[in-house]
């Protein structure tokens, strides 16, 4: 039986979001354990995982509790 839910590539293949690393700029975003943000985090992360530099638009950076 083939499976047709789920987000694939230009290709067809199948994308696991598990096996796309996370850049250092996520972990000090406030968006970063948000679930409502998730699939936009992880499309962006994949989008750009074979570039040099990550680059997010969407960034938010954390406030401190100083």
Request: proline fraction near 3%; aromatic fraction near 10%; hydrophobic fraction near 30%.
């Amino acid at each position: 039986m083939e499976e047709i839910n789920g987000f694939y590539d230009d290709d067809g293949n199948k994308v696991n979001f598990n096996l796309i690393s996370k850049p250092t700029l996520c972990a000090g975003c406030k968006k970063n354990n948000d679930s409502n943000e998730e699939l936009l985090c992880n499309m962006t992360r994949f989008d750009q995982r074979n570039d040099p530099e990550f680059i997010c638009h969407a960034f938010e950076a954390m406030l401190s509790a100083d």
